[in-house]
Every structure is written in C-alpha cells, then in structure tokens.
C-alpha cells in the first residue's frame, strides 16, 4: 500500500482548489526558514539497496537526508549515481513519506541529469545501466527527426516516471560551435534552426502538450547558449569562464532558446559563462540581470522557474579536491552577497547549493525582502501542486522494474542507435561485408564480433579489421575536470602511429565516438571506411559494418582539417573551420 500525504485540511491541501489559490494558502503559513529552503535545488544520494543516506554516512558528510530534509526544509533534490530501478523507487518513496511528515508536508520534487545514453560523468550525465540506452543528443541530431526526438523524450518521459523523476535537467540546446568545448556531445550540434525543431519536440515529449501530472519538468540549459567558450575550455573551471562572441553571432544561440520558450519548457538553466566584450555585464550569467531579468524575462518572455547552474555560491570539495564556486566576476563578495546578487538578477533557485541560512541571513538584514522570496516560490511551489505532488507524489515500486528499459524502449534505442551512424567513407565499396572473415578487433569486444566472423588475434592474419576509437582529448590533472574532454582534437603522433600500422597491415573500417569534432585525416585517408559513432554499443556497429542495419546520419557539426584550422576558427560561429575535412551534414548510405 503507498503512503499518504497527510492531511490536516487546510487549503493548500485540497485537490479541488485552483492552484493559485493552493499555492497562496500555502505560502501564507510558511517561516522564511521554511521558504529558504525551497530556493535549493541540490545533490541527494541514496544507497544501493534503496535506504536512504544519512548523518555518519561514510564519505557522504554533506547529504544527510534527515537534515536536509527537516532541519533545512530543502524538497529539491538531484539524484546522483545509477541504481536497480526498483530501489531507486523504494527511495524515492521513503524519501516522499520523509517529506510528508515535516510541519508542512510539502513534497519532494526529484531530479536528474540525463541517464538514457553512454556518457558517464558525474557533472553531466550518466550511463544508461537499466534505462533503455540511445545515441547522445548529436546522435538524434544527426537524424534530423523531429518525431523521432519526441518518441525518445516520450519513452524518457516514461521511464523517469517510473521512478520517481519529475524534472529532466535537459535538453541541452547549446550550438557546438567552438569544436574544443567538452560538453558538445549533449547538444544537438551546430545548426540552430536544426536545434530549434528538435528542442520543440523533446520538450513536448517530456512535458506534453501541457505541463501535468504525467509530466517530467523540461530544466532547459544553458541559457543564453554555453558554445561560445574561450579556447574551448569549460566554465566549469576558473581557466574556462570566459565566453566570447568575435563573430558578433550572440542572436543565433537564442534561436533554440525561443524554440524551447514557445514549446512550454516550464525550467531555465543559465550557463556559467562570464561574457567578455559585450554590452553584458562581465559576471556569469547565473548572476547577470542583464541577461536572467533583462533578456530571458522581459524581453523573451519566460515565467517559469530559473535555476542557477550547480555550485554558484559555495566552495566544494569533489572528489576529494577542493573546488572553487563558479562565482565568475564576483569571485571577491561573500557567499550572501553572492546569493543576494543570484536572486537580483531574477533567479529563482540555487542549483548545486544547500545553503538556505544565507537567504535567511539576507532578509533578516533587509538586504532581501521576504516577498522577494515569495515571487519565486510562487513559481516553485506551483510546478509541485501542477505536478500533483501534492496529492499523490508516490510510485509503483513493484512497476518500476517492468518499465524502465522494458523490451519496447530498448529496441528503439538500440534502432535508433544503429540509424545514427554515420558513414563517412567507404573506399572500395568495403562495406558492407559479405560472409564470415576473419575478424581483428580493438577496443571491440572480442564475445560480440564472434557473431559476424573469426575473430583472429594477429591483424596480419584477417581479411578485415574493426577499430574504435575516441575523440582525442588533452588528460587533465584535476579529478573532476578530467571527466570534461577538453584541450586538442588530434591525436599525438605517438598515439597515432600504432593506428596507421594497423590501417597498413589490414583493410580497416574505423569507427569514431564523436563526443567533439575529431581531426582525423590521415585516418580518414588510409581507413577502407570511416564511421562517426555518438553513442552506440559494439553490436550497432557491428550491424552496419555487415548490412544488417543501415547507416542514416549526417554529421551534426564539420570534422576539422587540422588544430590550426580550430584555433583559427571563431567561437560563437558555426562550420567556423577553414577547408573542414568533412562539412556539416556528410554523410554516405549504403
């Protein structure tokens, strides 16, 4: 039997009021402690058998449930790591149960970064595990189906539900257009009139036509576009921060934005970016009114909830590193001047954050005033009595195995994974392979070639080779920023000569994971065939490389000729490379 929320009969408590008048009642009988606490959208964690983590915890210090919970009134909460689905129903539903018994009972939105691909970074995204596995968002682009994109977000929709999640932390409609930025592999590339189509169908398929009970909260990002980066570093760390737009093209990465807005996306990300010569003031954008009040409220006509990206305020350790907070041109004011400055700016969350004693601390001040507070909790609290929280926030913990990755969602994942690849080259008419060779294999799993042809230890020995290969990435020391692919695209002639050899010794179809724009010539010159992956497992390729599936991408951004082209190139403009090895939209078919 689920829980029930209980009830003491007050308005808010009601189903059958109006919402705004739900949400007035309930904000009436509300502490600003208990308000502050609604402005944290922050990380939860949970334990593998479906318990919460608590006070004494080893290594987990900082997300103490119980604390979070009762003592700072926190009902946001982003789940990281990847767990059995029926434990992390269980979860959710204690946690759910927890919430109801504090004074108001005010129920816990959940969150999470996307979990229905290959990428597997603790800042970005995860790995599928028991969620139906898909391309990466540039594998969806590179198909250009808008209705494709919404059966993905549909079945994400689904699958979300199952377990409790109530708002996606994507899409990510950023335009790849400084080819050196790690986070391209979670956009829709380079095209802005591309990005825009697809953006309106992912939101309608998370969301609906119409944000409801069955929907899962679109948190769009990052606003006002975060591919315009400084040599392509990420703004997620001081040496990144700058954003730049030499190509006077700021008006272009709107246009997905406005897409999304005109879809109904009920959430807005900014970015961490500072802008650098423009007529924006020189601070992120999470605190930057110019553009969070003056450009996405007023001008764009935004109303729903605006979350800061995650560690705005507060220092951090990750991973064991200390971390600094991403307060790009204020790095000099305290942590409350920081918060006052996040909520001026027309914010109305602190991503990443658990630190509601500073909202406190500012309207006892005067610095904040308390209906300040109250304009964004309107906001807030209106999403969670739209989403019917407040009347049934619980889920079917015995369902939730049958429906996340069930057969259906999985098969068109692994359809569509396969539609995604994109054939670049095909010398000789080498694909597709007829028969059984003899099979070399690398970074392929050697079980799973077994099913197409013998499979040799010694290239010299085969009749074909399958190599995989990743995008090239310069390693960074730090833990955290190691997992963000950043720095050059090709690779060291001392990475790239074994390659070469293999190319050498036997026909070789190369398969690439585009994460980045890869600059890869003299492998696309001596492959017998090329192939752009974005997210695929051994056997999609595997299906292409013998005819049992086809190939339909196109490229979503241009494969750079070489590194003096990228640094040569603009940020904020597309295609930006001189002489590109492959334009934007290659692609052959078979």
């Known amino acids: 039997m689920k829980p029930q929320v209980r009830d003491e009969g007050h308005p808010y408590q009601n189903p059958e009021l109006p919402v705004e008048q739900r949400v007035d009642d309930l904000i009436a009988r509300m502490t600003v402690a208990e308000k502050a606490g609604q402005l944290f959208h922050t990380m939860i964690a949970m334990k593998p058998d479906g318990s919460t983590v608590e006070k004494g915890d080893a290594g987990m210090v900082e997300l103490d449930t119980t604390r979070m919970l009762h003592t700072q009134y926190l009902t946001h909460f982003n789940l990281l790591g990847t767990y059995e689905p029926g434990a992390m129903a269980r979860w959710h539903n204690t946690l759910q149960a927890m919430a109801a018994d504090t004074r108001l009972g005010i129920p816990v939105t959940l969150s999470t970064d996307p979990r229905h691909a290959f990428t597997d970074n603790v800042g970005a995204s995860f790995g599928a595990g028991a969620f139906s596995a898909w391309p990466e968002p540039l594998g969806l682009a590179a198909l250009r189906d808008p209705d494709l994109v919404h059966a993905f977000a549909d079945t994400v929709r689904r699958e979300y539900l199952a377990v409790g999640f109530r708002v996606a932390l994507h899409p990510q409609i950023d ?190 001040s ?80 050697a079980g799973t070639a077994g099913g197409y042809g013998e499979v040799v230890a010694d290239p010299a020995r085969a009749d074909l080779a399958v190599l995989r290969l990743r995008t090239p990435y310069e390693p960074r020391p730090n833990k955290f920023e190691s997992m963000f692919h950043s720095g050059r695209l090709d690779f060291t002639e001392e990475e790239l000569k074994p390659v070469l050899d293999l190319l050498d010794t036997v026909p070789t179809v190369v398969c690439v994971n585009l994460e980045r724009a890869a600059v890869i010539p003299e492998i696309a010159e001596r492959a017998a065939a090329l192939i752009a992956d974005y997210g695929a497992d051994d056997a999609a390729v595997l299906d292409v490389v013998f005819g049992r599936a086809r190939p339909e991408g196109r490229l979503p951004f241009e494969l750079p000729r070489s590194m003096a082209a990228v640094e040569a190139s603009r940020p904020d403009v597309p295609d930006d490379t001189a002489d590109p090895l492959f334009p934007r939209g290659a692609g052959l078919r078979l």
């Not at 400084?230 to 001081?238: Q, R, T």
């Not at 308390?370 to 999403?383: G, H, I, M, N, T």
Request: proline fraction near 5%; charge should be negative; glycine fraction near 12%.
């Open 366 to 445: 005067g610095r904040v005033p308390e209906y300040r507070l109250d304009a964004s909790l309107r906001r807030v609290l209106r999403e969670k009595f739209v989403l019917g929280l407040f009347d049934d926030p619980y889920v079917d913990a015995d369902r939730a195995a049958e429906t996340v990755g069930r057969a259906d969602f999985a098969e068109a994942g692994a359809r569509a994974q396969r539609r995604s690849l994109t054939l670049l080259t095909n010398r000789e008419h080498t694909l597709p392979v007829t028969g059984r060779p003899r099979l070399y294999v690398e970074n392929v799993a």
């Open 175 to 364: 335009l790849a257009t400084e080819p050196r930025w790690s986070r391209q592999s979670g956009t829709f590339g380079s095209d802005a009139a591309l990005t825009a189509r697809l953006v309106r169908a992912y939101v309608r398929g998370l969301q609906g036509e119409k944000l409801g009970r069955h929907s899962v909260s679109a948190m769009v990002k990052h606003f006002p576009g975060g591919g315009p980066q400084k040599d392509g570093e990420d703004p997620h760390f001081p040496h990144g921060k700058e954003q730049v737009y030499p190509g006077g093209m700021r008006d272009l990465h709107l246009e997905p934005f406005k897409a999304a807005i005109a879809a109904g996306c009920a959430q807005m990300m900014p970015y961490y970016g500072q802008p650098v010569g423009t007529d924006w003031e020189e601070v992120g954008f999470g605190f930057n009114k110019d553009v969070v009040q003056g450009l996405l409220r007023d001008r764009l006509g935004f109303d729903g909830i605006v979350c800061t990206d995650w560690g705005l305020i507060s220092d951090a350790e990750i991973f064991g590193e200390r971390h600094e907070a991403r307060a790009w041109g204020l790095e000099s004011l305290s942590e409350a001047d920081r918060a006052a400055r996040v909520l001026e700016a027309g914010c109305d969350q602190f991503g990443g954050e658990a630190r509601p004693e500073l909202v406190e601390e500012l309207v006892a």
